[in-house]
């Protein structure tokens, strides 16, 4: 039902402050790139995708490279330090989920679980070791591991992905532990199905999109600007007092038990 009700919104000021994104190039991470570059920081963005430099904002700076190698997330980090003085916000988001690791564990190839954990959990490790030497020094700094609703329930044909992303959401917590009187907070993310090319990818394989919105209490495929929106408020000082844990970006789906009567699907007649 329609209202006219304010909604209420907040702002962000990321003036001076230094923020890294790996995968900016497309997805979520291109939606946080640019709310920290409309917000006034300076962002660099670490890609695999070349193609996708051309797409990008010109005043962020993009590095080629892939966080499953260490040499290219030591060369992003340097690069914030010595283009912009310092590193204020890294957000580890690149990930990868293949269509053909809809499997089960025992179809599963060595190369494609190596290549997996190369990208969405060493990669995480590798960029938040360099990023961390950095902020130990500064005595400041935020990090955001984006994990997923995958982290906490899983699910069939995810024999990788699902542990993996679970992982994510300790490395956060066990960070933050480690560096909080460091002046360093690190925490997670995790989000519901967002319209990404990931999820354009699989749509079919988890049913449709009209399914997959169903699951949602809320109803919809959430927008990579809203996770966007939670990563700006976790990485401002308006969160000063959070770390070491989650937050589910998910249209409510993970408080929606398998056991619940499931939402009526929409009545494609119905418009
Ligand atoms: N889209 C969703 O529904 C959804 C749901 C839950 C969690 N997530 C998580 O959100 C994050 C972003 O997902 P997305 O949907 O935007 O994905 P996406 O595939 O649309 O974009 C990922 C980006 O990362 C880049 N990338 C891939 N491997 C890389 C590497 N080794 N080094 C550097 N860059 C690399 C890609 O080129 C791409 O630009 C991931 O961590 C994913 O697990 C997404």
């Known amino acids: 039902m329609e209202n006219d009700r304010p909604t209420g919104a907040v702002s962000f000021d990321n003036r ?29 963005c670490l890609e695999i995708n ?9 005043r962020i ?4 490279g892939s966080t499953a190698t260490e ?26 989920q293949p ?4 499997v089960t564990v025992d179809e599963m190839s060595a190369e494609l679980w190596e290549r997996i954990v190369g990208v969405n959990l060493s990669g995480y490790t590798f960029l938040a070791k360099h990023a961390l030497q950095v902020m130990k020094r500064q005595q400041s700094g935020v990090v ?16 990788a992905y699902g542990p993996i992303k679970a992982a994510n959401l300790l490395q956060a917590r066990q960070w933050g532990v480690e560096y909080a009187r460091d002046g360093i907070r690190v925490v997670s993310v995790s989000p519901g199905a967002i319209y990404t090319d990931l999820v354009r990818e699989t749509v079919a394989i988890q049913g449709g999109e009209e ?20 990563v700006l408020w976790l990485s401002s000082a308006s969160a000063s007092f959070v770390t070491a844990t989650d937050l589910e970006v998910d249209g409510g789906l993970g408080a929606f038990a398998a056991f619940a009567d499931p939402y009526q699907m929409k009545d494609p007649q119905a418009d």
């Open 16 to 44: 001076g402050r230094v923020a890294l994104v790996s995968g900016g190039g497309g997805g979520i991470g291109k939606a946080i790139c640019e709310a920290f570059l409309a917000s006034g920081a300076q962002v660099v």
């Open 50 to 58: 070349e193609a996708s430099r051309a797409k990008t904002d010109e």
């Open 61 to 64: 700076e993009f590095v080629h």
């Open 71 to 96: 040499d290219d997330c030591r060369a992003a980090v340097d690069t914030a330090v010595e283009k912009f003085g310092g590193l204020d916000v890294l957000v580890n988001n690149a990930s990868i």
């Open 99 to 102: 269509t053909d690791s809809y």
């Open 144 to 159: 955001v591991n984006i994990a997923s609703a995958q982290g906490h329930r899983t699910a069939r044909g995810v024999p």
């Open 211 to 230: 399914r997959i919105a169903n699951r949602h209490p809320l109803g919809r495929i959430g927008e990579p600007e809203e996770i966007a929106n939670a």
